[in-house]
């Protein structure tokens, strides 16, 4: 049996790593670095920095996984989420028949929490199911949405109230009438932009837990068009961007 740990690595930080997470990577045999999208010259190098500074052996061993590109979305988001998932499946599986010997550990350096809006978990079930003997261990970390929350020194509910965590695509459909906390991930479009932005709070967070770090808090009235400009000029300098927000109903 090949045995896998799924590291969470912190969303930016290296620094955010946990103790729990530095054991584990001490024990991999082969470290698997996903290559995924426009940022990731920034984000492997996050990792490559993670396994320098963490890795107690000199001569530990990387392997890229190339992650495929998901198509367009269109009307079947399941249907090309599916397929998308099948085919990374199908890279990791062909990965760790190739590069682990039965017996040996590789692991997965996962961003921020590998719970949270994060597809590794369920692709593992889909390896698993292909009929590869495998076990797997998951191992958490400081996802972008605790780092929002720390820089802007906010907590993310209201009192005894819950917070919905959705994405930019679900926000578009206008904020939830029953809800009062909202945190916002996986927004390319800006939606807090296109929604009806009165009696509504943003804390805003880019590149969390870097030194690029930008921060911006207050009215949603007051700050969409600001968000908006700060965010197109900083995707343009660094050539790509991550933000995440919170957004609160204030109240009366
Ligand atoms: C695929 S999800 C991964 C989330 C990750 N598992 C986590 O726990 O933060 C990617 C989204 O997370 C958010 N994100 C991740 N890292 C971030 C960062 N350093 N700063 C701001 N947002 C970040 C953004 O909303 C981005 O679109």
Redesign the pocket.
Known sequence: MRNILIIGIG??NPDHMTIEAIEALNRADILFIPDKGEEKAALRALREAICARFIRKPDYRTVPVEIPRRAEAGSDYHGVVDDWHERIAARYRALFESELQEGQTGALL?????A???STLRIMERVAASGLSLDWQVYP?I???Q?LAARHRVPLNTIGAPILITTGRRLSEGFPADQDSVVV???GEQTFGKIDPEGLDIWW??????PDEILRAGPLTELSAEITEVRAQARARHGWI???YLLRRRSA
Do not use: E, H, I, Q
Not at 110 to 114: R, S
Not at 205 to 210: Q, R
């Open positions: 969303a930016g996962v961003w921020g929490d590998p949270l809006y994060d970390g996802s972008s949405v780092v991930m996986l927004d967070g880019a590149y969390l837990g870097t991550m933000d995440t």
